[in-house]
């Protein structure tokens, strides 16, 4: 079991910045890959970014350049810094894990909210 806690979000200008803090707890040791999704208002979950315990990244298109994923080597925890914010990243953010098993646990959300 793993357990995943999401802190950071808040309400920020365009523009601006926020950084992501996801903690894991549990089994940390069968941890794969831990990453980021987010869901907005009407819209379906979309991965944002991932990190391996290896060390590689992806993101999607929407926020290459501006997001940067990084985690501890022991995929104990994982940040998501988000730089040049915009109206469109407005939405739930979701820290999820995925085990060397193929399980795949989930944070609660945590909610970023991008002003004009």
């Known amino acids: 079991q793993v357990q995943l806690v999401e802190s950071g979000g808040g309400l920020v200008q365009a523009g601006g910045s926020l ?3 996801c903690v894991a707890s549990g089994s940390t040791f069968s941890i794969n890959g831990m990453g980021w999704y987010r869901q907005a208002p009407g819209k379906q979950r979309e991965l944002v970014a991932v ?4 060390g590689n ?5 929407s ?16 940040y998501l810094q988000m730089n040049s914010l915009k109206l469109e990243d407005t939405a739930v953010y979701f820290c999820y894990a995925v085990t060397n098993k ?3 646990y989930w944070g609660q959300g945590t909610q970023v909210t991008v002003s004009s």
């Open 57 to 61: 990244t992806n993101y999607v298109d």
């Open 102 to 104: 193929g399980s795949t």
């Open 19 to 21: 950084r992501l803090s």
């Open 51 to 54: 990190v391996t315990r290896g």
């Open 63 to 78: 926020v290459k350049g501006r997001f940067t994923i990084s985690g501890d080597n022991a995929m104990n925890t994982v």
